[in-house]
């Protein structure tokens, strides 16, 4: 089993584009990093947990029925009375989202440390707005801590989103402090140069190997995936060619997809390693994957039966 920790929270996308004197409506679209990945997952056809605190409102209803819809585990889910984040989405000519999030008092926010995670768990993944709004985000934290000290493989995916930082420098101490716990890290070229300070990427991806990670994965938007592994191996695929709708979940979507085909391999484990040529299966599979949610609006991760896997029917369809 795949666990998935963090978020889970609305979208509200455009229903088309403003013009001077209109704004355009606003769809409520299931979301979160977290929550895209898990989803993802069981779309593949991975055994997946969600880990995570949604309200009982009628978001969190309706996020809840859709993890089930598809097949994932719910055991590990919190409830709480609180609100449902929203994330207001603004999409750019080119299909590229940015967010401004109302998360105040919100129930993913009261996170709180489960007593233990399922005996069949073998690997965990991490990002986004979890790890950073406290109080949840320390219990995210000390999740990540002990599951690698369990012998888990651990992904991170940072996924920055500077408008709900409590401090630049502060997160950038705290994203160093995770490296020691984590397996894979997984992150944009635009996160890894504001986490690197630095327009020298390839530096900093160097030194964040050498504190923890085996491997870390840079998505490039449409020019593809490139990974680089502390034991010396770079290596990079193109991206999928593909009419752009919108490119939410996208990177979600990767963080499936390398999880998924990496179980394919057998290396979901403490110290994995890999060939160039099942990296490049590995990432070729993840840029199909992401390529496919871009096609389409809002974050719809593709089924099994896409990309060839044979057919993936979800439990209770």
């Not at 750019?92 to 401004?100: L, N, P, R, V």
């Not at 950038?172 to 690197?196: I, Q, V």
Request: proline share 7%.
């Amino acid at each position: 089993m795949i666990i998935v920790a963090g978020e889970a929270l609305i979208d509200l996308v455009p229903a088309g584009p403003a013009t001077d004197d209109e704004l355009p409506a606003l769809l409520p679209r299931r979301g979160g990093g977290p929550y895209n990945t898990a989803v993802a997952l069981a779309r593949l056809g991975s055994p997946t947990a969600f880990c995570s605190r949604l309200s009982t409102d009628h978001f969190g209803e309706a996020l809840l029925r859709a993890l089930t819809a598809d097949g994932v585990d719910t055991t590990l889910v919190q409830r709480g009375p609180e609100p449902t984040t929203l994330a207001v989405a603004h999409i750019a000519d080119g299909g590229s989202a940015t967010y401004t999030f109302h998360a105040e008092g919100t129930a993913d926010r009261l996170f709180r440390l489960p007593a233990a995670l399922p005996a069949a768990a073998r690997a965990i993944s991490f990002g986004t707005c979890s790890l950073a709004l406290e109080p949840g985000a320390t219990a995210y934290e000390e999740l990540l801590r002990r599951a690698a000290g369990a012998g888990l493989f651990t992904a991170l995916d940072p996924n920055i989103r500077p408008g709900l930082l409590p401090g630049a420098d502060a997160h950038r101490a705290r994203f160093r402090s995770w490296l020691p716990h984590t397996t894979l890290l997984k992150l944009s070229e635009e996160d890894a140069a504001w986490l690197a300070e630095s327009a020298d990427v390839a530096a900093a991806v160097n030194e964040w190997l050498a504190s923890g990670p085996y491997a870390v994965v840079l998505t490039r938007g449409g020019a593809g995936l490139t990974v680089r592994t502390r034991d010396g191996l770079e290596l990079s695929v193109p991206g999928v060619d593909v009419d752009v709708v919108d490119t939410i979940g996208a990177g979600d979507t990767v963080n499936a997809a390398l999880l998924h085909r990496l179980d394919h391999h057998g290396a979901l484990t403490a110290t994995p390693a890999l060939t160039a040529d099942q990296w490049r299966d590995v990432l070729t599979f993840a840029a199909r994957a992401a390529a496919l949610t871009c096609s389409r609006a809002g974050a719809q991760p593709p089924y099994a039966s896409e990309l060839g896997e044979g057919e993936h029917r979800p439990a209770g369809r």
